[in-house]
């Protein structure tokens, strides 16, 4: 008899901050998307794999945040990615923060909702809410906003309740007759994007506000020099002179500040000793 599988995708959408990359990190137990408190730190579609046993194939895709403004100049290539997404996802996650609803969560709702996908308000930032009591009028407000395939409180976070995420939707994905993607995959970004990530949340976290949004991080060359120790040189993107100053920093502090922390991350990650070069270059410069 041939083998049976089951696959699902679900796409992660809602404002900027309200914890996209935290749950998409969370569900699959592995560091795929920045997190940070900076809006728009997700640049792009971001894929998450949960196998389940070896037939049950759960897919997510974390997404940079909806924000009004941007939508509305209609110039935003990010959004534009997004619903392109649309058609081949099977269901939405919009992400809630908190007992809050804004008029922002309200134009995401009215988007997506055209899609005609089965929509679960996922609550998340539990953890922050100081009266639980607060909780349930809050569920039967949203109740009435849409016709919620489920109202899920978590926190992604510390993880509160993140495994009913996918206890939902197992039962409504669909058989397929081959998997979407190989059974031991946990992302569908390549090594140098995933290290490239790393190193731009290290550079968000110190320039915090001072960091230009334009910067793109590209990892050139990922070489084991033997199975405990690898060098890995990335080179860093700016527009302009004075975005490179400041990157470098004074004698170069911060650049070497913000490539200790990637260094120690990308160790973690890596699990060995990582020797790691950064450059910084204007944009359009080849090395
Ligand atoms: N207390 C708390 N903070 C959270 C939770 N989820 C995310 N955050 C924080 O919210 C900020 C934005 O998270 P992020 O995942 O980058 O949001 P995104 O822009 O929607 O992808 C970060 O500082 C996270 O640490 C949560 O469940 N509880
Ligand atoms: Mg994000």
């Known amino acids: 008899m041939k083998q049976k599988y089951f696959s699902g995708t679900s796409v992660i959408i809602g404002k900027p901050n309200v914890g996209k990359s935290t749950i998409i990190n969370k569900l699959i137990n592995s560091k795929i998307s920045i997190v940070s408190k900076k809006k728009h730190t997700t640049q792009s579609n971001i894929t998450g794999i949960m196998n389940i046993g070896l037939q049950h194939q759960l897919i997510y895709i974390d997404t940079p945040g909806i924000s009004k403004k941007y939508v509305y100049k209609n110039q935003n290539k990010t959004f534009r990615n997004t619903m392109a997404l649309m058609h081949s996802i099977q269901f939405i996650f919009l992400i809630l923060e908190k007992t809050s609803w804004t008029n922002e969560d309200e134009y995401i709702l009215n988007i997506v909702k055209k899609y ?15 009266s639980k009591e607060h909780l349930l009028p809050h ?9 919620f395939q489920e109202i899920i409180p978590i ?9 009913i995420l996918s206890k939902v939707i197992q039962n409504k ?12 995959l946990k992302t569908n970004l390549d090594i140098k994007s995933i290290v490239s990530e790393i190193i731009r949340e290290k550079l968000i976290l110190y ?9 793109q991080v590209s990892t050139k060359n990922i070489i084991d020099r033997n199975i405990k120790t690898s060098y890995i040189e990335a ?15 004074c004698k170069g502090k911060k650049i070497k500040l913000c490539g200790s922390l990637a260094r120690k991350a990308l160790e973690k990650f890596f699990n060995k000793s990582i020797y790691l ?10 090395l």
């Open 235 to 249: 080179v860093i993107s700016v527009n302009n002179t004075q975005h490179k100053k400041i990157i470098i920093g």
């Open 116 to 130: 005609l996908k089965p929509i679960f308000a996922i609550i998340n930032k539990i953890d922050k809410i100081k």
């Open 139 to 147: 569920i039967l407000t949203l109740s009435k906003k849409h016709m």
């Open 207 to 215: 320039l915090g506000d001072e960091l230009p949004y334009s910067i």
């Open 155 to 163: 926190s992604g976070k510390t993880g509160e309740n993140i495994h």
């Open 173 to 184: 994905l669909k058989i397929v007759p081959k998997p979407t993607f190989p059974f031991d």
């Open 277 to 286: 070069s950064l450059k910084v270059i204007k944009k359009n410069k080849t």
